[in-house]
């Protein structure tokens, strides 16, 4: 099963300069429940932007630089091919990608699942998520989330199914 997992604005921006442009502790802790003892996929950038591999899970770097340097415990993958291929080894397992947008775009027609975070404010930054034809997705749960001294954006947990 691969699944897509991301947080957007009300814009559909998902980040800024590599980073993620709002602090909302509710969404981290949400992705971190639910990529713990995954796989997660990730973009080259999108790696670079942290300061070490994901703890507790297994991190792939989705890249074609066949000469991409990564620490000996991160694994690369050539295509989206690979991750379908990861995906069928694992089959009772969710393969988790991450971002950035250009991975999104790229995984989004092979994608099962997708577990976005809908923060409903704007935010200034310079990436965005590609668009998604939701008429081909079910929304199978939601969750609205709430806002408190620590989470002062309002939002929702959106999760999809492919139809």
């Keep these: ?22 602090h909302l502790p509710a969404d981290m802790r949400r992705f971190k429940t639910l990529t713990t003892g995954h796989h997660v996929v990730m973009g080259r950038k999108t790696f670079m932007g942290f300061k070490r591999p994901l703890p507790r899970r297994t991190n792939w770097v989705l890249s ?50 997708l577990y976005r975070t809908r923060i409903n404010a704007s935010f200034e930054g310079d990436t965005w998520m590609p668009a998604v034809d939701y008429t081909q997705w079910q929304l199978v749960h939601q969750q609205i989330g709430t806002v408190d001294e620590k989470n002062q954006y309002p939002y929702e947990f959106d999760d999809f199914r492919r139809r």
Aim: aromatic letters at 6%; proline letters at 7%.
């Design 1 to 22: 099963m691969i699944a897509l997992i991301w947080a957007e604005d009300q814009n559909g921006l998902i980040g800024k300069q590599g980073q993620l442009p709002w």
């Design 64 to 113: 074609q630089q066949s000469d991409l340097v990564l620490p000996s415990d991160v694994h690369r993958l050539s295509n989206v091919a690979e991750i379908q291929t990861l995906a069928a080894v694992h089959p009772n397992e969710p393969i988790f990608v991450i971002g950035g947008a250009v991975v999104f775009e790229a995984v989004l027609p092979v994608a099962d699942y």
